[in-house]
């Protein structure tokens, strides 16, 4: 009994490290064996669904797909899941993941595969964009399917009439990412990036540190994110700059390389523009403020890095525009950080405000952002208890063996049922 995932990049972003969890999932909370299909690769394809991406956000970045560009959709799902089919076999199930692999959908499903589709992105404040966005990616939907979401927010009005189900994702507390570390441990990983330590030159690796100073023992604010638009991490860095935080705390902004993720041809613009405004500060806050690019072709080093930053910061912030769910909040709340986020997407399933962490509204200005950070920065007695209630809120809802169980509550009808499918 095979779940087969389908995704775009072996790497990069927070499907990518779902799937790896998933996949070397071996405790026995069900019999179903999770595998991962990963497509070709395609920049025209990327191109149009990273618009797609934006849109299903209500943020209107580029048009839908014109009659050209879905011709090429469809040939690539054509060619993926001619591919995928000779890999199955009669008792095994399809999920597949975002909207760059939902048109294998119909392929699928005419060849008598029981097929789900899971959308990890989206928003709760539909808009006439996102509305036309789902018009156009639910003429993929085949009788049958079973649409996964989130959170119960993102389902969408076209979902009306199809199988709905909702799994909120999840993490692995014994991967690399989020394992426990030591002090030592955690010191000598940012040492060797150059966070940390004397001024001599770091380590030699892939990754790239963007800085031009030390964290030393100032208090750390940190956001990890892509280099996305709707991840507004430009937005922190100003907020940081133009307030008082850069007068008692450091900034650490932490992405993926832009070279590493071949789904987000947008990465290298938004880094560049992140880089420009750091460029342009004053030297004294420009050395408080760094910017790390983590290679994922060394997943381990990248893992390590996010980990030890994670674990080092005092706040974590997550100030996106929008947002699916956001991963990198269940990361920094299983470590214990006060986490202040924007109230979009699934982070609310995740941060009760003032419970768990801080919220606040999308349309918080800078102001308001910096102001709560600098309440977590100063009240440490507020800041560690919302951390200890966050841990426990992640390690009880958000990790691999929950949602391997998940998979199994909603799959095993199809694996029982479909006994002669193909060969």
């Known amino acids: 009994m095979k779940l087969w995932h389908v995704n775009t990049t072996a790497r990069g972003g927070g499907v990518a490290e779902i799937l790896d969890a998933l996949c070397g999932y071996t405790q026995p909370v069900s019999p179903l064996a999770h595998c991962r299909f990963v497509t070709s690769q395609s920049a025209e394809v990327f191109a149009a669904t990273k618009r797609i991406h934006h849109r299903l956000h209500g943020v209107d970045r580029g048009d839908l797909p014109d009659e050209r560009e879905h011709a090429v959709f469809l040939a690539f799902a054509e060619e993926n899941a001619s591919r995928l089919l000779q890999r199955l076999t009669a008792r095994d199930v399809v999920l597949l993941h975002d909207p760059q692999t939902l048109p294998l959908a119909p392929i699928l499903a005419e060849a008598g595969v029981p097929v789900a589709w899971r959308c990890h992105i989206g928003t709760s404040a539909i808009n006439a964009v996102a509305d036309e966005t789902w018009q ?27 199988r709905v189900e909702i799994v909120p994702p999840s993490i692995d507390p014994t ?58 991490m430009e937005g922190v860095l100003r907020a940081f700059a133009d307030s008082a935080l850069h007068r008692s705390a450091q900034l650490v902004l932490c992405g993926p390389s ?23 500060l004053p030297t004294a806050i420009r050395r408080r403020a760094h910017l790390m690019c983590t290679a994922l072709d060394d997943s381990e080093g ?46 609310p399933s995740q941060i009760t405000h003032n419970e768990t962490g801080l919220l ?64």
């Open 175 to 232: 991967a690399a990412k989020n394992r426990p570390m030591s002090t030592a441990e955690i010191s000598d990983v940012l040492a060797s990036a150059g966070l940390i330590g004397p001024r001599s030159a770091p380590e030699q690796h892939r990754h790239e540190l963007i800085s031009e100073g030390r964290l030393d023992s100032d208090p750390v604010i940190l956001q990890v994110s892509r280099w996305d638009p709707l991840k507004d």
């Open 258 to 280: 832009p070279q590493s993720v071949a789904d987000d041809p947008e990465a290298k613009s938004v880094l560049e523009g992140v880089i420009g405004r750091w460029r342009s």
């Open 136 to 162: 156009y990616l639910s003429q993929f939907w085949p009788r049958g399917i079973t649409l996964i979401f989130s959170h119960q927010s993102l389902v969408p009005a076209q979902a009306a009439g199809h």
């Open 302 to 347: 990248n893992a390590r890095i996010v980990n030890a930053l994670q674990r080092w910061a005092t706040v974590v912030t997550q100030r996106s525009v929008q947002e699916g769910f956001g991963l990198t909040v269940t990361e920094a709340m299983l470590k214990a950080r006060p986490v202040v986020a924007t109230r979009v997407g699934g982070i």
């Open 360 to 423: 606040l509204n999308g349309s918080a200005g800078d102001g308001q952002f910096s102001k709560a950070v600098a309440c977590l920065l100063t009240d440490k007695v507020r800041a560690s208890t919302l951390g200890r209630a966050a841990a426990a809120h992640a390690t009880q809802h958000f990790t691999t063996t929950r949602e391997a169980s998940d998979h199994w509550r909603i799959f095993a009808p199809s694996v029982h049922g479909n006994e002669e499918r193909i060969d």
